[in-house]
């Protein structure tokens, strides 16, 4: 996964819990992403961070936080998991103009 | 209209065969294009870079066409190990905007 990684791979959550999921690249590159991917959805933006230190909202942010740690790590965190948020997630360390794109393996998570 | 409009498919051909793909896009300050492919329950993976002057890599070419503001992918040959989803996917700024994919299943 040409140095993108992500924990855990799976998750079951219940309904109301926390939990975060862990991304970190040995790139180099400043910009991070989180996607979510459902069936006939495509993938959707939650959160993206440019550079180190700023995060922005995606196209579905709501029941999501993220914190760019340093510039290795991007976080993203289910304050309180809700069954709308079961999906597969992505995190993704892409420079956008240019040809270093590279998807971590994913996190599929399942909220009974 | 979506900001990346693709077909979904599927689109079954067999060994040998060219297909094609088109992909139109709605914004036109979009920067720069990219088609992606995905296999089943696996991550998406860059295939490659999309310009106005055309790309080839391979049995792959890829095309833009800003005035009409779409994208194209064409196939050659195609192989079983083609057999995947291809997305599309615009950018502005940071952002990635991805289309939903178009599945393809190359037959014996």
């Known amino acids: 996964n040409a140095g993108v990684t992500q924990t855990p791979k799976f998750q079951v959550l219940k309904t109301g819990q926390s939990m975060t999921l862990q991304c970190a690249q040995d790139?180099?590159?400043?910009?991070m992403y989180w996607y979510r991917q459902d069936p006939g959805m495509g993938l959707r933006l939650i959160y993206y961070?440019?550079?180190?230190?700023?995060?922005d909202k995606g196209e579905v942010p709501n029941g999501y936080n993220v914190s760019r740690l340093n510039k290795r790590e991007f976080s993203l965190r289910l304050e309180s998991a809700a069954p709308s948020q079961t999906s597969v997630y992505f995190c993704?360390?892409?420079?956008?103009?240019?040809?270093?794109?590279?998807f971590g393996p994913g996190t599929r998570l399942t909220v009974t | 209209r979506k900001e990346v409009e693709q077909d979904p498919g599927p689109f079954n051909v067999p060994e040998g065969a060219t297909v094609a793909f088109n992909c139109t896009y709605s914004?036109?300050?979009?920067?720069?294009f990219f088609w992606y492919r995905q296999d089943c329950r696996k991550e998406p993976k860059l295939l490659m870079s999309?310009?106005?002057s055309g790309n080839e890599d391979g049995r792959f070419t890829a095309q833009l066409n800003r005035a009409s503001q779409y994208i194209s992918l064409l196939i050659r040959d195609s192989k079983l190990s083609d057999s995947a989803t291809y997305l599309c996917?615009?950018?502005?700024?940071?952002?990635?905007?991805f289309g939903k994919g178009t599945m393809l299943l190359v037959s014996p």
């Open positions: 993704a360390n892409i420079e956008p103009q240019g040809y270093e794109q590279y």
């Open positions: 790139m180099n590159h400043n910009s």
């Open positions: 961070s440019a550079s180190e230190g700023t995060t």
């Open positions: 914004n036109s300050a979009s920067q720069s």
């Open positions: 999309v310009y106005s």
């Open positions: 996917v615009v950018t502005r700024y940071s952002t990635l905007t």
